[in-house]
């Protein structure tokens, strides 16, 4: 059987990455850019004051001197007045350094008579102190933003400043939801004898969004082959079909047949993990001759979701450009003993336990090292259980208990790594 490695390195070499589109920046949150980003200006544009205050000149501004304020500048505005000997400008945060000061004094740092139109220094400033010089954060010409980055709140802000109101990123992927099962009624029915509301393809929908994607739910398809190749062929549109049950070796698990039928290669079925080991990983050509991609996933719900994350998550992030190592571990403490359960690695729901804090010197810090708290599922239909989840701790095939307080690694929904 393969192992997840093993199987991940299967969906790395089918996945394609997807084409660009010209997003509106005000959209492009969470997608990834398709070229380098160049600055075309300089930040700030000019010498610019980071106080309110006065601008003036060191050479003659020795504690208790006095200096007659000529003129005072705004944020959007300019000044032609020119700072001379004895002389000092009233200056906002945000204004440009008018010419002949060399310094900002902070306005705490004087005494201004608003009368006479002085003020009387009460410390000694330092040449450019308080004054942020032009081209300091970025130059026209230097490289400000990777290809394949994430765009996040602050890059768009500086998308912005660039005038770029349109950004060349990759588009975001389609997946549509299949949920099968006989069983299964929407989560708007009371659910009769025997029966179980859809709780997968809400859950995945949201996965996929956590993902930068775009879901598709297709809503429930019965155990029935026919109904099955009907959902599939519709499925198939998408960039990536998800299938929810019917993956594994009952009389009623009819989809690997389906999709071999709708012409999708299997790539692999099953994987040596608890929980999730029926998944069942395939790619057909679309019609345009783009690749499409097939995950079965297994029924369960904590099943599901531990392989969407391990393995339709890392499809997803490829797709839009991420690098192989997108998410790279984080290191982190147990908070309670684990007991190992023997042949098959286990990837356990978990999430990070609030940082138990030390205080010393009168002030509180985080502990260097996080704790992680292993959710308690019974069984891989317990959603309630792992309802906190903010990632995966792998735990590797063998007898014997980890202890509290060994560093493990914690794989973070979240993403840790802008690879
Ligand atoms: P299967 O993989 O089809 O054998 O299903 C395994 C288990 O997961 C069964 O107990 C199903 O009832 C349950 N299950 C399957 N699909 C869903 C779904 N969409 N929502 C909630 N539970 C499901
Ligand atoms: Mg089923």
């Known amino acids: 059987m393969l192992s997840v490695a093993e199987a991940l390195a299967h969906i790395d070499a089918t996945v394609v990455r997807l084409d660009p589109v010209d997003e509106p920046i005000a959209d492009a949150l969470g997608m990834r850019l398709t070229a380098d980003i160049v600055s075309t200006i300089d930040s700030p544009p000019w010498d610019k004051s980071l106080m309110d205050g006065f601008a003036l000149r060191v050479a003659d501004a020795a504690a208790g001197s006095q200096l007659e304020v000529v003129a005072t500048v705004f944020a959007g505005e300019t000044t032609a007045v020119e700072v001379r000997s004895g002389q000092a400008i009233q200056i906002m945060t945000g204004a440009p350094i008018p010419a002949g000061a060399d310094c900002v004094i902070r306005k705490e740092a004087v005494e201004f008579d608003q009368v006479a139109g002085r003020i009387r220094l009460t410390s000694q400033p330092r040449v450019g102190e308080h004054i942020v010089r032009q081209g300091a954060s970025m130059r026209s010409g230097d490289l400000v933003l990777e290809r394949s980055a994430r765009l996040n709140a602050a890059s768009i802000g500086l998308l912005a400043e660039l005038g770029q109101a349109r950004v060349s990123v990759i588009r975001r992927p389609e997946v549509a939801i299949l949920a099968t099962g006989d069983e299964l009624v929407p989560i708007e029915a009371t659910p009769g004898p025997g029966q179980i509301r859809n709780s997968n393809e809400s859950m995945l929908c949201a996965c996929v969004t956590n993902s930068g994607a775009v879901p598709r739910p297709l809503g429930?398809?019965?155990?029935?082959a026919d109904e099955l190749d009907r959902f599939i062929a519709e499925g198939l549109q998408s960039d990536i079909l998800c299938l929810s049950g019917g993956v594994s070796a009952g009389d009623k698990d009819l989809v690997p047949a389906a999709l071999i039928r709708a012409g999708v290669k299997q790539v692999f079925h099953?994987?040596?993990?608890?929980?999730?080991?029926?998944?069942?990983?395939?790619?057909?050509t679309r019609p345009d001759g783009r690749t499409g991609l097939v995950f079965g996933l297994p029924g369960n719900p904590v099943s599901s979701l531990v392989c969407f994350e391990l393995f339709v998550r890392h499809a997803l992030e490829r797709m839009q450009g991420a690098a192989a190592f997108w998410r790279l571990p984080l290191a982190v403490r147990l908070a309670a003993d684990v007991k190992l359960q023997g042949e098959r690695p286990v990837y356990h729901p978990a999430r990070l336990v609030d940082s138990r804090l030390k205080v010393e010197f009168g002030r509180a810090y985080a502990r260097e090292l996080q704790q992680v708290e292993i959710l308690n599922w019974q069984g891989s239909s317990d959603l309630r259980g792992v309802a906190s989840t903010e990632g995966l701790v792998h735990v590797p095939a063998g007898e014997g208990v980890w202890t509290a307080g060994r560093i493990?690694?914690?794989l973070t929904f979240a993403g840790n790594r802008e690879g």
């Open 220 to 224: 429930v398809c019965r155990d029935q």
């Open 270 to 284: 099953n994987v040596n993990l608890k929980p999730g080991k029926p998944l069942w990983f395939g790619a057909h």
């Open 408 to 410: 493990v690694e914690f």
